[in-house]
Structures are given as structure tokens and as C-alpha cells.
């Protein structure tokens, strides 16, 4: 007796995510162009069709992918965890989230792909950054927001800031790793890099006789 597809005897949020991850697979190893929704299949075991009813096609895993991703950061950023808690250990939680998920294999996967293929996949390029790193920005802003209306800080351009603090946390350390130079970093190397991101960010470099921030120039 055959034994039935791995994918038909996983409860459905299970092989979700069991889909997501062989597709991330694929990407990482294949890139987006090359990828199939057969090699995923091979993966994974069952139809095309669970994937269709699922995702759509290969661009909706993609945006999937990207999406649930995102939503594993954005959940540091959530109200429900503001209570009692200061801004610093909120964005230091956001931070360590953010660096597991920028060095996964998966998403390094998704960063050389949509490297690779954005200009001749602008619709998708488009998707990435809205779903992933611009929405990571945007909700940062709203935290930054509400931080400045309790008065916890001070600051003209939230969005700018928080675009800012993402650039930071993401380092040239994220380039290296996407360009295959050196390997992702050790569990308390990430530590120390997201302190010092956070701590620059909310303190500066400037020691006690701070200056005044350089102005912009008049266009």
C-alpha cells in the first residue's frame, strides 16, 4: 500500500509552513527564475494544486515567504508588548529579531534572488521591499511615534529613523553574508552588533558636551 504524500497527512498550518520552507530551499538554491513549482513539489510531496489553492503561484509563495518573515520581526513591535516596557527593550527585542531573520538561510536565499532578478521582475522586487524591509520601517516609525508622543524621545522625522535604525541593524555585515564572504554571525556576535545598533541609535557617539546635529542643506 502507497503511503500517502507528506504533505496530504500534515494538519494545514503545518504544511504551510512545511511548503514555505521547501520553497525557500528552492529559491536559496536555484534562484527565482530557475525555481519550479514542481521542484518544490518534489520537496515536499503532494499536488500542485494544494500549492495553487494555497499560494496562487510561485510569486504568491514568494510573497509569502517574504510576508511571514516579516511578520516574525513585526511581532516584537506589537502593543500588546509595549506595556511596562521601555523603548530600548522594545527595539533591542525588534533588533535580535530582525538579524535572525536577515540570516537565515531562507532569507539569504530571498536577498541574492531578488538581487538577481528585480530588474527583469520589477512587480516582484515591488512586493519584497513593501512586504518585507518597507514595512519593517513602517511600523517602526509608528513605534518611534508613539515613543515621541510620550515624550520618551526627540525627533523630528520618525520615518526617516526608522529607515535609519533598520539600515543600521541590516550593516554591511548583511552584504558580506549575501556576497558570500564570510559566514552569518555566531549567536552572541549578533548580540553585540544589535547593542551597539540600538545604543547608538538612541544615545549617539557625541560623549557629554554633545553638538548640535549637522544641518541640512537649502535646496
Known amino acids: 500500500m502507497a503511503t500517502p504524500a507528506r504533505s496530504k497527512r500534515m494538519p494545514q498550518e503545518d504544511r504551510r509552513a512545511a511548503i514555505l520552507e521547501a520553497a525557500a530551499q528552492v529559491f536559496f538554491e536555484q534562484g527565482y527564475a530557475a525555481s519550479s513549482i514542481d521542484a518544490i513539489i518534489e520537496r515536499i510531496g503532494g499536488s500542485k494544486r494544494n500549492i495553487y489553492n ?38 533591542l527585542e525588534f533588533g535580535r529579531r530582525l538579524m535572525a531573520i536577515y540570516m537565515s538561510p531562507a532569507l539569504i536565499g530571498v536577498y541574492r534572488s531578488i538581487m ?18 518597507g514595512r519593517a520601517s513602517g511600523r517602526l516609525a509608528e513605534v518611534l511615534e508613539e515613543a515621541k508622543s510620550r515624550g520618551e524621545i526627540q525627533i523630528d522625522d520618525c520615518n526617516k529613523a526608522a529607515d535609519h535604525l533598520v ?19 555566531s549567536p552572541a556576535e549578533a548580540e553585540a552588533l544589535v547593542a551597539s ?16 546635529a549637522p544641518k541640512e542643506r537649502a535646496q
Open 54 to 91: 494555497e499560494f496562487g503561484n510561485k510569486e504568491g509563495l514568494f510573497t509569502a515567504l517574504i510576508t511571514e518573515s516579516a511578520d516574525s520581526a513585526l511581532a516584537a513591535l506589537s502593543v500588546e508588548r509595549f506595556a511596562g516596557r521601555n523603548l530600548s527593550e522594545i527595539l
Open 116 to 133: 538577481t532578478e528585480a530588474l527583469r521582475f520589477p512587480e516582484l522586487a515591488k512586493a519584497f521591499y513593501d512586504k518585507g524591509p
Open 167 to 185: 539600515g543600521m541593524l541590516r550593516d554591511n555585515l548583511h552584504l558580506q553574508v549575501i556576497l558570500g564572504l564570510r559566514p552569518p554571525p
Open 197 to 212: 545598533a540600538i545604543s547608538i541609535f538612541l544615545h549617539g557617539i557625541y560623549g557629554g558636551d554633545r553638538r548640535p
